[in-house]
């Protein structure tokens, strides 16, 4: 029997993204420590130089339609315009047909220039050759997974979040699956180089595209009534309109979204070129970009879940509401945005900093540059969480081209200061690397005042409130810090088992939360967080329970 699916409200729909985007970033960390045991240093560096190539060109030949249609689904379905919502998906599928083509034979002929930007001297050439076989095989992958990413998107449209969480997760199981599988079938059991077991991990991402393309479409097709088709004697908008509203979402959308995975190339390129300068060797530069640019963001996933969520969501609501010309529920969302944010995201990356070298000692081992790492990149994620959101809203209410200046203006003084931040850390005596991570988070607070100002003057948002919720929590976070720091001297955590460690984490993590949550609830910062609806439903269920108990 087919399952039919609802559509969920933005409270909701968050939730249910958050749990999705939150089991995927844990899952993604977590398959980590054995690829890299698998694979290596070396292997790594060609399966990620790989994988940010291929991220760029996703968004390339994605062309931000899969955003685009959920805001233009939602916009004509609020509308009653449902014969355009049908078109302009119809035109959205024949652009990213275009766009996916031309990617893959970008790739599959400049894959050998691709892998030479990611060596230097100190690097074997022949990494260039191996990178090289790895960008053709994921070329592969931009054939599937735009067409999967629009369909997702058109369901988001028509807000059946509920389907688009599961097929995250479906995405992300299947993927690591095969990269898992084939790495070992591929490195241990046929006893092939490591560089073989990447080549069989890259395919995961086309397998996963296939999967998770044939479950949207399943479900699309049992639950045809959720998707009205209009009727004839409907006014129909034109092609060249259709056209020009993708066009115009999509280009802001890839240039941002294009613009930061350019970023994270040149910053990899740029901490390649600092360390190197600074006579670094080539098994220390690898670890650091590895750690720097994969592996910490792994982890930091825990907190841009939430913003993964949230954007995903607030992208179909907000263009309604605004379409609507409903102003009070824009403000709405956005203070809700900002409440989850504080006190959702910032206790989370509290905990991770305060123990940084247990988190990270759990996903990936001992590392002498992974806890360093980590505790600034955290602190980066709970404001980039914040200037996602915001810029996704900004688009939606059709300001893309302010949300375009305020990313290029963002990465422009990140790239520039990258190297003079990094020379100065290693003049000061601190570890040149982290200087790239300061340089993130300076250029992201200039990012966030210019939304905060953009969104005061469009919808007159009163970003004043989050200083009451900074009030608010302010007791909360404080005593749960206290009380990590006397677990951590009461009972010690020492690195010698994963498991041991992580069962501590666990502990620590619960009793913080519970702390943390309890005063949250006694200084009215939750109530801020959750729908009246969604904690009513919540206490209901709880009094039924507490009657069954009794009965």
Same mark, same amino acid.
């Given at each position: ?8 409200s ?8 958050y749990i ?7 899952i ?37 339609i ?18 355009s ?16 083509l ?21 690097i074997?050439?022949m ?54 599988? $084939?790495?070992?079938?591929?490195v241990?059991?046929?006893g ?11 395919w $995961?991402?086309?397998?996963?595209g ?34 020009k ?6 280009? *802001? ?7 930061q995975?350019?970023?994270?190339i040149?910053?990899?390129k740029l ?20 750690i720097?640019?994969s ?11 939430l ?10 609501h ?10 009070? $529920? ?6 809700q945005?900002?409440?989850?944010v504080?006190?959702?995201a ?6 991770i ?18 806890p360093r ?73 200039v990012?966030?005042a210019?939304? !905060? ?19 608010? *929590? ?7 810090m206290?009380?990590v ?13 994963r498991?041991?460690? !992580?069962?501590?984490?666990?502990v620590?993590?619960g ?36 009657k069954?108990?009794e009965?």
């Open positions: 029997m087919n399952q039919k699916v609802r559509k969920s933005f409270a909701e729909s968050t939730y249910l993204m999705a985007f939150m089991i995927n970033g844990i993604g960390a977590l398959y980590y420590t054995p690829f890299l045991a698998m694979i290596g240093h070396e292997g790594f560096y060609v399966y990620d130089s790989a994988y940010s190539i291929f991220s760029l060109f996703l968004d390339l030949s994605t062309s931000g899969p955003v685009a249609m959920s805001m233009i689904a939602s916009e004509y379905n609020s509308l009653g315009m449902y014969s919502k049908e078109k302009a998906f119809s035109i959205g599928k024949k652009i990213i047909t275009g766009f996916s031309f990617s893959f034979f970008i790739l599959q002929i400049f894959a050998r220039n691709i892998g030479y930007f990611y060596i230097s001297d100190a074997d050439p990494t260039a050759e191996r990178i090289g076989d790895a960008v053709r095989i994921v070329a592969f992958s931009l054939l599937i997974i735009p067409f999967m990413a629009l369909k997702r998107g058109y369901l988001q449209g028509h807000q059946l979040f509920v389907v688009s969480s599961r097929s995250q997760l479906i995405e992300q199981i299947t993927r690591i699956s095969v990269v898992l599988g $084939g790495a070992f079938i591929t241990k059991v046929l092939y180089s490591v560089y073989g077991g990447v080549y069989i991990s890259l $995961g991402l086309t397998i996963s296939l999967v998770t393309y044939y479950y949207l479409s399943r479900k699309t097709a049992n639950n045809e009534e959720l998707f009205q088709k209009g009727s004839k004697d409907e006014k129909v908008e034109n092609t060249r309109t259709i056209i509203k993708i066009v115009v979402y999509c280009v *802001i959308i890839s240039i941002v979204s294009m613009s995975s350019l970023y994270m040149a910053n990899k901490i390649l070129v600092a360390l190197s300068n600074l006579n670094y060797g080539s098994a220390q530069i690898q670890e650091i970009i590895d720097a640019v592996l910490v963001t792994k982890i930091g996933t825990i907190v841009i879940s913003s993964l969520a949230m954007t995903s969501s607030i992208a179909p907000i263009a309604g509401n605004y379409a609507r010309q409903d102003y009070k $529920g824009v403000n709405d969302k956005l203070k945005v900002v409440s989850i504080l006190v959702i910032v206790p989370m990356a509290v905990g900093i305060l123990l940084a070298p247990q988190v990270y000692y759990v996903f990936f081992g001992l590392s002498e540059y992974g790492v980590l505790r600034v990149a955290i602190a980066y994620n709970v404001i980039s969480c914040t200037t996602a959101v915001f810029s996704t809203a900004l688009q939606s209410m059709n300001h893309g081209k302010q949300v375009c200046v305020f990313t290029l203006i963002a990465i422009a003084l990140n790239i520039a200061m990258d190297l003079p931040l990094m020379y100065l850390f290693n003049w000061l005596g601190l570890p040149p690397y982290l200087g790239a991570n300061l340089s993130s988070i300076l250029s992201e607070l990012l966030l210019l939304q !905060l100002r953009t969104l005061y003057v469009v919808v007159h948002f009163d970003y004043r409130k989050a200083f009451t919720i900074i009030r608010q *929590i302010r007791i909360p976070l404080v005593a749960m206290a009380l720091g006397i677990m951590k001297i009461l009972i010690p955590v020492p690195l010698v088992s498991w041991k460690v !992580l069962a501590l984490l666990f620590y993590a009793l913080g939360a519970a702390l943390y949550f309890f005063l949250c609830y006694r200084s009215g910062a939750l109530q801020n967080v959750f729908d009246k609806e969604v904690v009513d439903s919540l206490l209901a269920k709880l009094g039924r329970g507490r069954n108990e009965n």
